[in-house]
């Protein structure tokens, strides 16, 4: 039996690219998901921040509880941020493997590549940046942990007046 035929290049092929194509799916299935349980998670500490906010009376108490949820918060967010990019790049290097499979397969078999030409090449080596449609949203829970740090403070230093005990 010899391996070099055309067919058996092309199954070889084929099997290749339906490993990839699955790892592909893996890995975005996995950004979405962890990407949904840090977002739960950064609204349930927003939640006790906003709770804390409306229940305590004490100005210093208050403003030492808001600093501690917000710089947790603030720690959240900024872990989320982190996991994700580096999520996302590990699905953009699997993207990357894809298309470097489909561009080994015969043209004139009428194969059309799903993914198309790759323009910019990836590498997992390179610093997370904001290249996905995640790390804006993530953006926006770190800016507003840094608000809420800066809300505390100010409770805390007493800038605020007392809330009336009921």
């Known amino acids: 039996m010899n391996n070099d035929k055309p067919e058996n290049n092309t199954h070889h092929l084929l099997e290749l690219y339906n490993l990839a194509m699955t790892k592909l799916n893996q890995e975005g299935d996995g950004v979405w998901a962890r990407f949904n349980i840090l977002i739960a998670l950064n ?21 030492f509880a808001l600093i501690i ?3 947790v918060g603030g720690f959240v967010a900024i872990v989320t941020y982190r996991t994700l990019a580096k999520l996302w790049l590990w699905h953009e290097h699997w ?69 009336k005990v009921s």
Request: charged share 20%; with cysteine; proline share 5%.
């Open 69 to 71: 949820i917000a710089l």
């Open 43 to 63: 609204i349930t500490i927003g939640a006790g921040y906003l709770y804390a906010l409306k229940e305590l009376s004490t100005s210093k108490l208050l403003g």
């Open 95 to 163: 993207k990357e493997k894809v298309r470097e499979l489909e561009n080994h397969f015969p043209k004139n078999d009428g194969w059309i590549g799903l993914l198309g030409k790759n323009k910019k090449p990836t590498t997992l080596n390179k610093k997370p940046i904001m290249f996905t449609g995640t790390q804006p949203i993530i953006m926006a829970f770190i800016i507003s942990w840094k608000i809420a740090l800066i809300i505390g403070i100010l409770y805390f230093l007493e800038c605020f007046p007392d809330k």
